[in-house]
Structures are given as C-alpha cells and as structure tokens.
C-alpha cells in the first residue's frame, strides 16, 4: 500500500434543524430542502479510492419531533455508506435513540481504519444549550486514547472547544473544554478536532492539534459578531481525507448559490 493511499473519506454533516413538516420555514428557510441539497452534493463528492463515512455531528432536529428524525435518517441513508450519529443540543436524546440510533452501527462511537483511529464523543447536556462532557465520557475518552496510542486519532463532537470570536455564541461553548484539551495536551498522535454547533467554518490551533468548526445544513452565522445576526453563505458540509502516511487533508463544501437558501436575514434569533 502506498503511502499516499487514501484510507477513508469522512464527510461530516450538521447542524440540519428540521421540522416535522417538510414544507414549513424556519428562519426564511426550509431545512428538509437544505438536506435534500446537500445530500445531493455530497453524493458527487464520494471517494472512488477509499472507504467512505458519513458522520452526522447534532442538532438533526429543530422541533424534537418523530418525523424530523425519521426523515433525517432517509435522506441520509441514500448514500448507502457507514453512518455514525451523535446528538446536539437542539435534540431530543431519546427520541434521537430510539429513531436514529437504534440501529447499534449508528450509535458507534469509535472505529478504527488501518492506521486512524475515529472517536465520537457526546457533549448533549440536557436543558442546556451549552455542552458537557460528563466524567463517563472523558473516561471514554481516555481510554480509547490509551487502546490507540499507535493511530492517528481525529475527534468529532457537536459543540466548540475554543471560542470563536462571537460572544453570544462563545457562551454555549463546551463549558469543560479545559478538561478535554489537558486530556488532548498528552496525546501527540491527536491530528484534529472537529465540531459543528457554530453554523460557520473556523480553524484555531491549540499546540499540536487544529480545531476546527463546519458550516451547518440549515442557516449560517455571521462570524465575528458580538450579537446573534445570520449570514448569507451558502449551507455546507466539511470533508476531511486520512492518509496513510498520517497526513490528513480537510475542505469545506459549499451549495452553489441560491436565494432559497439564504435565511430571513433580519431575524432576531430562535431557541
């Protein structure tokens, strides 16, 4: 196998807030076409050379309702490729369970390629818009990070670690980032961080390891901004590439523009 050879193609999806109804608005809106659009995207970007994954990284639902859920899990299945799915603080663990991930495949949270190591964790924190990794998951955590001290390791989870610069988002942030970053700090195999929860693309270096944030399927954030204001960016998806020489390389992909797709710009907010 040559060094260069491509080991997986992940394509991280989120933040799609969808309602029951697939033909009502949301913020000027329609989410379940905003999927529908990325979905057909993100077919054209799967790897002929390699094995591909799909990760759904929170917030699927909007209105916590069944059939938000059992939507999201059929247009995401059409891409026929393995699926990993972790919750948002927008979702409805149980019902999200129940629906989405009943099926033991979708609730995997570490797997294993060659010489990479993929670890999911959950920082849902019920009631809260904020996240937390609970000391059941940095024990996780840990030892995963022991059983693979030999992989290159890439982690994904639904809400940011370090503050992106936008005040009113930074205080829904994972609130134990500390933790995890001392956790991160001993491990030089950690390669990245991935996360979704912001609605914008960023990258912020922390020692050795780059974190970074991906667009959402649904409406984006103005970055930068003190107060809450949506953006007209086009909804996207992040694809990141894991060699196997231990080098990984990452993109976001963006719709085409359309004006179905740019949300109410003067709204004031949402919960």
Not at 90 to 102: A, E, F, G, V
């Amino acid at each position: 196998m040559n060094e260069n050879t491509l080991i997986v193609r992940i394509l991280q999806i989120t933040d799609f807030h969808l309602l029951g109804d697939i033909h009502k608005k949301f913020l000027g809106i329609n989410p379940y076409n905003n999927l529908i659009a990325i979905m057909n995207n993100a077919t054209q970007h799967l790897s002929t050379n390699g094995t591909n994954l799909l990760l759904l990284t929170g917030d699927i639902s909007q209105d916590f309702s069944p059939a938000s859920y059992e939507r999201a899990l059929s247009i995401t299945n059409q891409l026929k490729i393995p699926t990993k799915i972790i919750a948002g603080n927008h979702d409805d663990k149980n019902i999200l369970t129940q629906i989405m991930l009943k099926d033991k495949e979708h609730a995997q949270k570490s797997i294993n390629y060659d010489n990479w190591s993929i670890i999911l964790l959950n920082t849902h924190w019920p009631n809260h818009v904020a996240g937390l990794l609970d000391p059941q998951e940095l024990d996780f955590l840990q030892q995963e990070l022991n059983n693979n001290h030999d992989k290159n390791i890439v982690i994904f989870l639904h809400h940011h670690v370090l503050p992106v610069g936008a005040p009113w988002v930074d205080k829904h942030i994972l609130i134990n980032a500390e933790q995890l970053l001392d956790i991160l700090a001993q491990h030089k195999n950690i390669e990245a961080v991935f996360s979704g929860h912001v609605h914008q693309e960023s990258i912020i270096k922390y020692q050795h390891i780059n974190l970074y944030t991906t667009p959402a399927v649904a409406w984006q954030f103005t970055p930068k901004l003190p107060t809450f204001k949506l953006d007209a960016q086009m909804p996207g998806y992040r694809i990141i590439d894991l060699y196997k020489d231990g080098k990984y390389v990452t993109k976001v992909i963006r719709l085409s523009h359309n004006k179905a797709f740019i949300p109410d710009l003067n709204s004031k907010g949402y919960t």
